[in-house]
T-cell receptor
Framework: NAGVTQTPKFQVLKTGQSMTLQCAQD?????MSWYRQDPGMGLRLIHY???????DQGEVPNGYNVSRSTTEDFPLRLLSAAPSQTSVYFC????????????FGPGTRLTVT | AQSVTQLDSHVSVSEGTPVLLRCNYS??????LFWYVQHPNKGLQLLLK??????LVKGINGFEAEFKKSETSFHLTKPSAHMSDAAEYFC?????????????FGQGTTLQVKP
């Protein structure tokens, strides 16, 4: 199993540009989440999904959209990038029967200038 | 509402001495609790988890944590620190009833290990 994969690893955007961060998992996990990590703030939940076709907002959803058309994929879209979205983004997946132990991707480091 | 407080933002120990990273939580449910570690410029790795079985949980690399419901604590310990333990550590609790897969992270504790 590849686990949770994320692309790209690094990205630089200009203010106002849009882009999609890709996330895929091959463990047939029901639950997937997107977090952002900023210094001194731990990880904060952006959006999450409890299954294909079902998504909901987390703690910091503004400026981001998600969709979950398949169990495997959970892309995160930045609609109009802002410098405040400069961060490291992690995708994670989990399975309820394992107590929601989350498996994390390697992260995407995004810089918005 | 659930919350997690890591009581120290930075802990410094000497190699070979014990490690104690403190975590208190608040939850209206019976939570699952986790400790994750993040080495510099790396992703997150699960150290250990508590999911309502034994209250003393053993993890990887010699770490363990004890779930104390009366004190709402889940402190992480290790008898003897290694240089390779230097990293950021996160205490994490499941949000709500645990059915959504949502997690709440503490703000992290940076562990420094001095030679």
């Amino acid at each position: 199993n590849a686990g949770v994969t994320q692309t790209p690893k690094f990205q630089v955007l200009k203010t106002g540009q849009s882009m999609t961060l890709q996330c895929a998992q091959d463990m047939n996990h029901e639950y997937m989440s997107w977090y952002r990590q900023d210094p001194g703030m731990g990880l904060r939940l952006i959006h999450y999904s409890v299954g294909a076709g079902i998504t909901d907002q987390g703690e910091v959803p503004n400026g981001y959209n998600v969709s979950r058309s398949t169990t495997e994929d959970f892309p995160l879209r930045l609609l109009s990038a802002a410098p405040s979205q400069t961060s490291v983004y992690f995708c994670a997946s989990s399975y309820r029967d394992r107590g929601h132990e989350q498996y994390f991707g390697p992260g995407t480091r995004l810089t918005v200038t | 509402a659930q919350s997690v407080t890591q009581l120290d933002s930075h802990v410094s120990v000497s190699e070979g001495t014990p490690v104690l990273l403190r975590c208190n939580y608040s939850s209206s449910y019976s939570p699952s609790l986790f400790w994750y570690v993040q080495h510099p410029n790396k992703g997150l790795q699960l150290l250990l988890k508590y999911t309502s079985a034994a209250t003393l949980v053993k993890g990887i690399n010699g770490f363990e944590a004890e779930f104390k419901k009366s004190e709402t604590s889940f402190h992480l310990t290790k008898p003897s620190a290694h240089m390779s333990d230097a990293a950021e550590y996160f205490c994490v609790v499941t949000a709500g009833s645990g059915n959504t897969g949502k997690l709440i992270f503490g703000q992290g504790t940076t562990l420094q290990v001095k030679p």
